[in-house]
């Protein structure tokens, strides 16, 4: 045991001890009083009435939590947002894509699906697991779409590390190209298959 919390123990033993009268005529003593007297009221209140009044508080509670819940529900039906669909989450990405190498990787991940369904749409085939290189016969992008493409599909952006200093240039990655690229490049990849049936 620690000396100080030995010695802090001792001494309020010691002081319980000296003061007990004061601590029983100041303290206790009151303390007794008042509960001897409220014991008084309440037996001399009829039990009914206690009861009655009991009801009443727990009709009371009932009704204002039934009455807070009604008005949250209708705030909740006012104010909830409805959830963005796919083109809609697409388009908040593409407009945070300025601001971070996430948001362009999201992009170009969702590209990159969308360049993977349609390659396996085109062969007649179940898509590829992932990890797979997107190509397939008549799949010929641009290089630096078919980066675009395969970074966001097959990468992470955390394969492009930046620099924690805002001054320091920073190392281009196959994600700074501008979506537009791949997605008029995977257009008129669909453009083709419906001209060829």
């Avoid at 001792?10 to 001897?36: N, V």
């Amino acid at each position: 045991m620690n000396r100080r919390l030995l010695f802090a123990i001792l001494l309020a033993g010691a002081l319980a001890y000296l003061l007990r009268g004061f601590i029983e005529e100041s303290l206790i003593q009151p303390l007794i009083y008042i509960f001897w007297i409220v014991r008084l009221y309440y037996e001399a209140f009829p039990q009914i009435f206690l009861w009655i009044a009991l009801l009443v508080g727990v009709f009371l509670m009932q009704a204002a939590s039934l009455i807070t819940e009604s008005k949250s529900r209708g705030r909740e039906a006012i104010h909830r947002k409805q959830a963005a669909g796919p083109v809609e989450s697409l388009a908040g990405w593409m407009e945070g894509a300025p601001r971070g190498l996430y948001f362009k990787w999201l992009v170009a991940n969702r590209l990159g699906k969308l360049a993977r369904a349609l390659i396996a749409f085109q062969s007649r085939r179940e898509p590829k697991p992932t990890w797979e290189p997107l190509n397939a016969p008549g799949w010929d992008p641009p290089r630096e779409v078919a980066a675009y493409l395969e970074s966001g599909v097959n990468g992470s952006f955390s394969d492009y590390p930046r620099s924690r200093w805002p001054f320091q240039k920073q190392n281009p990655t196959p994600l700074d190209i501008d979506p537009a690229q791949a997605i008029d490049y995977i257009e008129s990849q669909m453009e083709k298959d419906q001209a060829n049936r």
